[in-house]
């Protein structure tokens, strides 16, 4: 039993063996496929198709998408851009009519900017043209005006400062010059100047003694620019009279030249000296016209005018110079008494006396000013 059981087990172990080799050397059958292995192995192969097909369906959609997408964003685009053409040349049409004024604000900024620049390039170049002109035209004035003085030389003032009474400012004669000039003139000619030059001086005495100093003046002016320089002694009187007429214009310090030009002419022109000296004491120059005075005294002793301000004149011109040195004096005491002022002194502190016999000074030093008093 043992061994016929032993036997049919091995021949079992070896059909189950066989089997098993078989099983796996084999191909499997359609019904394996089926039910074993190769069904599981169908379904993966399924699903991976099915994965590749949806991969490429979402692939064709996203693509359809972006396409979509992309025409959408252009004819949005082109959309704005002729809306916004459209809205432009509306308004151009509807600014044309108003104007190039206008027009200029449908300009871009760098269009504004360039016409701005060039229209600041006109204006200069323009500007410089008119001041380049202006300059030329002044210019002409002026040559104008220096020939017109040139030709007037020697004749009076205009209108309006005959009007107002201001000083004329007439050009001083150059002695040297006119006898050069005067070289060339014959005796006649020289004699005929003289003489026209006493009818103007004669013609100025009328218009003094009316009152009329300004046309006076004119004509002594008149006299002295016909007046040969070789008649000194004319000239002189004609200086002189017109130093009197500008002496009533208040034209002071002109009259002292002219009494001046006159005694050069004529030192002993004592008309002329005695003239200066007043007009010296007009003008506060008294120690000038005390020097006068007595140049009068000299050459003509009985001279009362001169007299009386010989003698008139020194106690005047002390009395000025104590003034004068009052006032200094005031001065420099409040000058020393800003400066002793932050030391607790003052002037008062210091006593100056001077010395009878030499005239010279001494300064003493006073501690308490107001107990000496």
Not at 31 to 38: D, K
Not at 49 to 75: I, L, P, Q, S
Not at 196 to 221: I, M, P
Request: overall charge negative; charged content about 40%.
């Amino acid at each position: 039993m043992s061994l016929q059981g032993a036997s049919q087990r091995s021949s079992q172990e070896d059909q189950e063996h066989f089997y098993d080799c078989q099983e796996v050397l084999e191909p499997p059958t359609s019904q394996g496929e089926e039910e074993g292995w190769g069904k599981g192995d169908g379904k993966e192969r399924r699903k991976g198709g099915e994965e590749e097909n949806m991969e490429r369906r979402r692939g064709a959609e996203e693509e359809n998408m972006e396409r979509r997408r992309g025409t959408e964003e252009e004819e949005n685009v082109e959309r704005r851009r002729g809306a916004e053409e459209d809205e432009e040349e509306t308004q151009q049409e509807r600014r044309a009519p108003e104007g190039d004024s206008h027009h200029t604000q449908t300009l871009s900024d760098s269009q504004r900017a360039e016409e701005s620049l060039l229209n600041s390039t006109e204006e200069r170049s323009t500007a410089a043209g008119a001041v380049g002109t202006d300059e030329e035209e002044e210019e002409e004035r002026w040559d104008r005006l220096v020939a017109e003085e040139e030709e007037q030389a020697g004749g009076g003032m205009d209108s309006d400062a005959e009007m107002k009474g201001e000083e004329i400012d007439t050009p001083e004669f150059d002695e040297e010059h006119l006898r050069e000039v005067e070289k060339e003139l014959t005796e006649e000619e020289r004699e005929s100047r003289r003489q026209e030059s006493l009818v103007l001086k004669e013609k100025g005495n009328s218009q003094f003694k009316a009152g009329e100093h300004l046309d006076a003046e004119r004509s002594y002016t008149e006299g002295l620019g016909v007046c040969p320089v070789c008649f000194g002694r004319e000239r002189a009187v004609l200086f002189s009279n017109r130093a009197a007429a500008r002496f009533h214009l208040d034209h002071k310090d002109k009259a002292i030249s002219d009494c001046s030009r006159a005694i050069e002419l004529n030192p002993d022109y004592v008309r002329a000296i005695l003239r200066r000296a007043e007009l010296y004491e007009k003008t506060d120059k008294l120690d000038e016209a005390l020097e006068d005075y007595k140049t009068v005294l000299d050459k003509d002793p009985g001279q009362h005018t001169a007299r009386e301000a010989c003698m008139r004149l020194p106690q005047q011109i002390h009395d000025r110079n104590e003034r004068l040195k009052e006032e200094m004096m005031t001065k420099l005491k409040d000058l020393g008494n800003m400066f002793l002022r932050p030391f607790g002194l003052s002037t008062n502190n210091f006593q100056v006396n001077q010395d009878t016999d030499t005239g010279s000074y001494s300064v003493n030093f006073v501690q308490n000013p107001n107990n000496n008093r």
